[in-house]
């Protein structure tokens, strides 16, 4: 069968997210950290939204494209280098994903459209640009959120899973309670879902 357009920018994000210098653990062994963030994120889409369209599928996978070519540390300490860097990172990854979708064969409104939601616009009122905070989110806690919150005590990590709690949706948090999480992460989840029901 004849690879798709959606194939092909795919493949090219991909193969841009393959010269990440930096690896990480997976299940076929180390492999470029990006490279492996898409792919996480695409599976998580999968599991979340199946009927997702060409342009949420591809602002997933780009949603991290080519991040070490920008580094945190290349900005000032503090919130607002912090800001400046999201910010910048954020239409970087778009412009990024619309050469390569232009590359496979896209048009305007399409490549218009995957940048405004890897730019997150309209978050809680474009229902794809939540699924995929929601996916993010997901992504975040199942296979990061262990190791980051080995660095901080039990009220900090509860209050980085408010923050993530915040950004999700009702079908976010209902997944986030399905997700096999280890054992101190399940527990502190759950105390911190537990207390928003609560309020």
Request: net charge neutral.
């Amino acid at each position: 069968m004849k690879p798709t357009r959606l194939d092909h920018v795919l493949e090219l994000i991909d193969q841009a997210n393959a010269k990440d210098p930096t690896e990480v653990n997976s299940l076929s062994g180390k492999r470029p950290s990006e490279l492996v963030y898409g792919e996480r994120m695409s599976s998580a889409l999968d599991r979340f939204s199946g009927g997702a369209g060409d342009c949420l599928r591809i602002a997933v996978r780009a949603q991290h494209i080519e991040r070490w070519t920008c580094p945190r540390d290349s900005y000032p300490d503090g919130r607002n280098g912090y800001l400046a860097w999201r910010s910048d990172l954020k239409s970087f990854h778009a412009r990024r994903a619309g050469e390569l979708m232009r590359a496979a064969g896209y048009d305007q409104p399409d490549i218009d459209r995957v940048g405004a939601l890897i730019r997150k616009e309209r978050l809680k009122r474009d229902p794809e640009a939540q699924i995929l905070e929601d996916v993010a989110c997901l992504v975040f806690l199942e296979h990061y959120a262990g190791d980051f919150i080995a660095k901080h005590d039990d009220d900090k990590v509860v209050d980085i899973l408010k923050k993530t709690a915040r950004k999700m949706s009702e079908d976010g948090l209902s997944a986030a309670n399905k997700l096999a999480l280890p054992d101190r992460l399940g527990r502190l989840l759950v105390k911190t879902l537990t207390n928003a029901d609560e309020t």
